[in-house]
């Protein structure tokens, strides 16, 4: 699944490693999140968005099409 998530850490010079380990998960899942190679759970999604001080819509939600609902 698509994410903002590298171009977010890209912006911001920060490393995957740092927030993964902010966040409390593995750093091979959170590169793997980052890379859209994995979708990650509503809690490690919540953990992440609040590392950032970014919302999960904010992190993902662009890509659902507010038209659809």
């Known amino acids: 699944m698509e994410t903002k998530l590298q171009m977010i850490l890209k912006e911001n010079g920060i490393k995957q490693g740092f927030i993964a380990k902010k966040a409390g998960i593995s ?19 919540l953990k992440i968005g609040r590392t950032l001080n970014k919302s999960v819509e ?11 609902f």
Do not use: C, H, M, N
Not at 27 to 41: E, H, Y
Not at 58 to 68: F, H, I, Q, R
């Open 27 to 45: 750093q091979g899942t959170f590169s793997l999140i980052v890379r859209g190679k994995s979708v990650p759970t509503l809690p490690v999604a």
């Open 58 to 68: 904010e992190l993902w939600g662009y890509l659902v099409d507010a038209k659809e």
